[in-house]
């Protein structure tokens, strides 16, 4: 199980190092994300991409995680806050938007999972899988932007679609129900992981200075970490001759 853990902190931590060089990179781009009250729009792009590079180097290395990971999640809830819910509250009828937002969640629970603080793991476990059943049923709209993940030379596309989505779903419950140990999570990961790299890695070797796609690529990337790391975690149930006791493993 740590492998699946160190893994998944790889993934993760190397999804937020790409984020934060693009902070950087795309600064004044970057700056406009930032909601038009806040004043130093330019330090806050870069304050977050020194962050974003620190707290991944910290989780690699394994040195004052804690705190790197709680830091990701509060900078995350607030993008969440700040930037999607007034997003979906301007466009609720784009689909897109959601997607994002959700995305957001998952990895934010990601960070939580990250922490090793059980209490902070089983909240992130959710954060983490049921945004995942949201994204789930998106591929069963056949939104454009969902399908278009699926290959276009997979043979009888909108079929895989519906399996990617029924098998997200499937897994991401049983993460949150915890059956099956880590299988339903391992089951995630390698799938998006499989398709993760069937659809981004061409595009980015079409296009390798393409900063949009860095950054669906790196999204991708960072939930399969989340995926490795929900498989390692214990698994916490209720022994049936002792109820009241609860059981970790």
């Given amino acids: 199980m740590d492998k699946l853990t160190i893994t998944g902190k790889w993934f993760y931590a190397a999804a937020f190092i790409i984020f934060g060089i693009q902070h950087?990179?795309?600064?004044?781009?970057?700056?406009t994300l930032v909601p038009a009250w806040i004043p130093l729009?330019?330090?806050w792009a870069y304050f977050v991409g020194v962050a974003f590079i620190l707290a991944s180097i910290s989780i690699i290395i394994n040195k004052y995680a804690l705190f790197s990971s709680v830091l990701l999640g509060i900078i995350l809830?607030?993008?969440?806050?700040?930037?999607?819910?007034?997003?979906?509250?301007?466009?609720?009828?784009?689909?897109?938007?959601?997607?994002?937002?959700?995305?957001?969640?998952?990895?934010?629970?990601?960070?939580?999972?990250?922490t090793g603080e059980l209490k902070l793991q089983t909240a992130g476990k959710y954060l983490f899988a049921v945004p995942i059943i949201i994204l789930a049923l998106q591929h069963f709209t056949h939104a454009s932007f969902v399908t278009a993940k699926v290959p276009a030379w997979f043979p009888?596309?909108?079929?895989?679609?519906?399996?990617?989505?029924?098998?997200?779903?499937?897994?991401a419950i049983g993460i949150i129900t915890n059956r099956y140990m880590?299988?339903?999570?391992?089951?995630?990961?390698?799938?998006?992981?499989t398709f993760a790299l069937l659809y981004h890695v061409p595009l980015l070797l079409a296009d390798a200075h393409n900063g949009q796609q860095w950054t669906g690529a790196m999204l991708d990337?960072?939930?399969?970490?989340g995926?490795?790391?929900?498989?390692?975690?214990?698994?916490?149930?209720?022994k049936p001759s002792q109820s009241s006791n609860l059981i970790t493993k």
């Fill in 24 to 31: 950087f990179m795309y600064a004044q781009f970057v700056a």
């Fill in 41 to 43: 729009k330019l330090f």
């Fill in 77 to 114: 809830a607030m993008f969440i806050v700040l930037i999607h819910i007034p997003n979906l509250v301007s466009h609720p009828q784009e689909p897109q938007r959601w997607t994002r937002a959700l995305q957001d969640v998952v990895i934010m629970g990601t960070a939580l999972m990250v």
């Fill in 156 to 171: 009888a596309v909108e079929v895989w679609d519906y399996i990617v989505g029924v098998v997200m779903a499937i897994a």
């Fill in 182 to 193: 880590g299988a339903p999570a391992l089951i995630l990961a390698l799938l998006l992981l």
């Fill in 221 to 225: 990337i960072a939930i399969v970490g």
């Fill in 227 to 238: 995926a490795f790391i929900a498989a390692a975690l214990p698994a916490v149930y209720y």
